[in-house]
């Protein structure tokens, strides 16, 4: 992901990032450095919970209004087919605790394929990144869980890339985003209503 800064702006000019209001990002503690418990894991996984939801909604906006064709098509019904499915799995997770899906508002950003593509690609990088980054305070059974998402969230950061004729793997490692850094990243474009 670059270290640039995203703006509302620089979605609707077609940059994109992720997205999502500061209210529901309290879910995720601000710093995760205490030791793994069932709680740390619930707080993290309500977070992943919300992030999961924004790109499944995304993916459904852009199917509706982002004139997709081809494999940018395939890709959003494909990978927001996935991240129903991993809400769903964080939804089981969490059981009574989850809390209910979020409103979205996206903006112009699925107005067409090429902003719908570079929004998809911030997307996945934030998510993935943030992912990477909550696995060390995480429980070895919930950070087996994750892992399980993290691998195809990976896939999805590669795929969408390609499609766009970026490099699948622009690096030997990713680097992870600490839980404040994923909070401010989320919380710059205002998705989340």
Known sequence: MSDRQLTRASLMRGGAALAAGGVALATWPLTTASAPSAKQDAEILRFALTVEDLQAAFYADAIKRAALKGELLEFAQTVGGHE????????DLLGASAPKPRRFD??????????FGATAI???EVGLAAYNGAATSLTSEALADAS???SVEARHVSWIRDIVGE???PRAADRPISAKEA???LAR????R
């Open 106 to 115: 996206f903006a112009d950003t699925n107005a067409d394929a090429k902003r």
């Open 183 to 185: 909070q401010a990243a």
């Open 148 to 150: 399980r998402i993290v």
């Open 167 to 169: 490099t699948p793997a």
């Open 122 to 124: 911030q997307i996945e």
């Open 84 to 91: 129903r499915a991993h809400a769903a799995h964080i939804r």
């Open 189 to 192: 474009t205002g998705f989340l």
